[in-house]
């Protein structure tokens, strides 16, 4: 089931990629529509069959290179199938919102399908290497959406994005060398490592291993100082594109820590715990502090993510310290960060695709040249309001439940460094309230059309609100009942804290 649904997007790219370019552009959009929902009722069809133990599911192993301990091996668990699921979401909605695409609407559906496979092929990856492939090949997908599709600044951006991720697939590589040399036998299974915890008494060479994969899931996820990639490229992608950015290639380092980082090197990572603190309440303030500089609508958002993740790293760098009779805590931490990849994922992806509509409209970002379209697009300025709020942790919203799990399970184990991180809180609800007042109240003023036209500021159009909608919703639903979900992430989380405490 898993193998269908990691490789059913990527045998419909092909096919598109054989049909010819003259055929009708709702041909391609369509196949992409389909292909997408197939791939949420598969995930669907997985998670009713899903046994919440904390144990493995669905897993397929296959010989791929055995002379050097590499194998398709795949399966998922609470901390990867909420992951796989918002993944299939976030796609969805995305066709939903690209269906007027009309620049080379082939290459554009097949690209993305394409993207999905190295999405979710990443997170039921149980390999090594695997992992690292599925890494690697989503920043391809990805340059050439940012280069291909997106603004002025484009392909400056592309190329920062890819250099800067590429080279910390590198360091990545080089800490999973590591694991391999380290194990007896020589293997990159992830299973295999997690129960034989290879580097254990190990302190030097599990430090410098740590450090490795540690820079390279730190440059994606990103954390302060790696992020400098981050505002350029969300800024210059098409919207379609900055929300599967934002909502899901950035949890792959996030999901890197959980999965290799703290479940493999269990030692390394107790010893360093407190750096991953500090790490993540400064990449919380200096997010939130610089997105609250931003005169960039778009920009602003994305540094809101370096604020987001910088709780994710501050909630499992928390997990890590020791302490007494803080195992209940921990496990609040570790299940937030998860929550709050699933909620970040769903609310940030609701926002780059609604700066899109913005941009479409008004051709600029700048949140100056904006005031009073509530007046002129009412439903966009509620949609916008609903999307602002629940990013910054309101009571009703998916944020709300991930932040109060991570704030409750750090305050104990760390509770300077979550005292400072909710200073974060603030500035985030000051930056989103400042950007509303500005855009949406007061006077009627649009960006200066050309000389002898009137640029019109048309409401929020069908295709745009199915995929706008339907995330704010799940958003809503995961703040007043999320125990459907909680219920499969609390068992991982336990396993997580077991492997942890070896």
């Known amino acids: 089931m898993l193998t269908a649904i990691v490789l059913l997007p990527t045998a419909t790219a092909a096919l598109l990629l054989c049909v010819p370019r003259s055929a009708p552009r709702t041909l391609f959009l369509t196949a992409w529509a389909v292909t997408t929902a197939a ?5 669907v069809i997985v998670w009713a069959g899903y046994q919440a133990d904390g144990g493995m599911r669905y897993e397929t192993r296959a010989r791929w290179i055995p002379s050097a301990g590499i194998s398709y091996h795949v399966g998922v668990d609470g901390l990867s199938l909420p992951l796989v699921a918002v993944t299939c979401v976030l796609f969805l909605a995305c066709t939903a919102y690209a269906w007027r695409e009309t620049r ?3 290459e554009f559906a097949a690209l993305f399908l394409f993207l999905e496979t190295t999405c979710l092929g990443l997170f039921v990856a149980l390999d090594l290497i695997l992992f690292f492939v599925f890494f690697d090949l989503s920043l391809v997908a990805m340059y050439f959406i940012i280069a291909g599709w997106g603004h002025k600044g484009a392909a400056r951006a592309a190329l920062k994005f890819f250099l800067y991720t590429f080279i910390g697939s590198l360091a990545l590589l080089l800490g999973f060398i590591g694991l391999y040399l380290a194990a007896d036998p020589h293997t990159f299974d992830i299973v295999e490592l997690t129960a034989d915890n290879p580097l254990a008494g190990r302190a030097t060479y599990g430090a410098l291993v740590l450090f490795a994969i540690a820079v390279g899931l730190a440059v994606k996820t990103p954390t302060v100082p790696f992020h400098t990639w981050l505002p350029p490229a ?3 992608a098409p919207a379609a594109g900055s929300a599967i950015l934002a909502g899901v290639l950035l949890k ?14 269990p030692d390394a990572w107790r010893d360093y715990a407190l750096v991953f603190v500090v790490v993540g309440v400064v990449s919380v303030l200096y997010g939130a502090l610089v997105a609250l500089a931003q005169t960039d609508f778009k920009r602003m958002v994305a540094y809101t993510s370096v604020n987001h993740m910088g709780y994710i790293i501050l909630a499992i760098g928390a997990a890590g310290a ?3 009779n803080q195992e209940e805590a921990r496990r609040l931490a570790v299940t937030g960060s998860v929550f709050q990849m699933v909620s970040h994922g769903l609310l940030t992806g609701a926002l780059f695709l609604l700066s899109g509509v913005l941009y479409e409209r008004g051709r600029t970002y700048e949140m100056s040249a904006y005031s009073g379209v ?15 709020f629940a990013s910054l942790g309101l009571p009703g919203f998916s944020g709300f439940i991930a932040e109060f799990q991570i704030l409750t399970g750090s305050l104990g184990p760390e509770p300077v460094a979550t005292g400072l991180a909710v200073l974060g809180i603030l500035l985030t609800a000051g930056l989103f309230l400042r950007a509303l007042q500005q855009v949406f109240l007061g006077p009627l003023r649009l960006p200066v059309a050309a000389p002898g036209t009137d640029r019109p500021f048309p409401d929020i159009r069908l295709h745009e609100g199915i995929a706008i909608v339907p995330l704010l919703i799940l958003g809503v639903v995961l703040g007043l009942a999320p125990r459907f979900v909680l219920d499969v992430i609390e068992p991982a989380s336990r396993t997580v804290l077991e492997l942890l405490a070896r």
């Open 104 to 106: 080379q609407p082939r």
């Open 322 to 324: 020791v302490g007494a």
């Open 252 to 265: 792959m380092g996030t999901y890197g820590f959980l999965r290799i980082a703290m479940s493999v090197l």
């Open 374 to 388: 509530a007046g002129r697009a009412p439903v966009f300025a509620a949609l916008t309001g609903v999307a602002a």
């Open 234 to 236: 969300h800024t210059d």
């Open 39 to 43: 791939e949420l009722l598969l995930t």
